[in-house]
């Protein structure tokens, strides 16, 4: 008599243009001594540190409701003229009946260490991304703010009710102090409010978009941005970016970076 026939769960597909690729690497250490590192087990590693319920397949993971994680390794160079390392991947997120067809970001790094590097492009996935995606699936959440749009968002009418999960925010400013005594400090709404007009064309649209935000300032040099919306560039939304990080006091250098997800209203 047969014992239970378990049918094998398939990976889930990989957005053809993500450039992460790789699920390992593998080097040789200063010694000579051949290194060899998992993007899915150090992905695990980190994500159960952090009190998430993970199962490992051979090249992503799944977590509860649904959701299945891909990560890749997309780049790994030294830092020329330096001992350090520079790490750059890719975790694509999937979940049937949200976004079926896969959002994907980026992580960088650079440590002394590879696999250093690349755990820390992991524990900020962890911190400040995973808790948007998680949200995005839920009425509620502990780690992120929503806005809901239900008729009309000024003076466009919204062809459908949609909704905002706001993501934790990442803010480094030289002169921390003079940043906090602002009578209204960076908070988790400051991206979007002030990028709205760019916004209306995804609040307007249909469908899932998960949006990355992040500008810069260094004293004396143009302002750096960077927008994305499931993982592909959008021109739009970083110049509005841009034009935010140029109304910023001057506080030496200052960085900003934030995970969002617009979607309908559930």
Known sequence: MFGKLFKRTPPPTTHAENPGKAVQLQWHDPRGVEVTVSAVRLLAKVLRANGHSVREHGSWLALDHGLTLQPRIADVSKIES??????STTIEAQQVGLFPSGVFEFQHSNAAD???????GFEQFARFDL??????????????????FKERYQTTTLANARRVVLGPVSWTVKDSAAAQNEEHPFCPCCFFTHSHEAMLEKLNARGLFAVRLFASRHPGQEVEADCRVNGLDWPAGKQAL?????????????????????????
Do not use: H, N
């Open 242 to 266: 841009i034009a935010y990080a140029k109304t910023w006091p001057d506080r030496g250098f200052e960085m900003r970076r934030q995970y969002i997800v617009i979607q309908d209203l559930p």
């Open 131 to 148: 808790p948007v995606l998680r949200a995005a699936g839920a009425r509620q959440s502990t780690d992120c703010s929503f806005i809901d």
């Open 114 to 120: 590879v696999v250093v590097g690349l755990r820390s």
């Open 82 to 87: 330096s001992t350090r390392w520079r790490t």
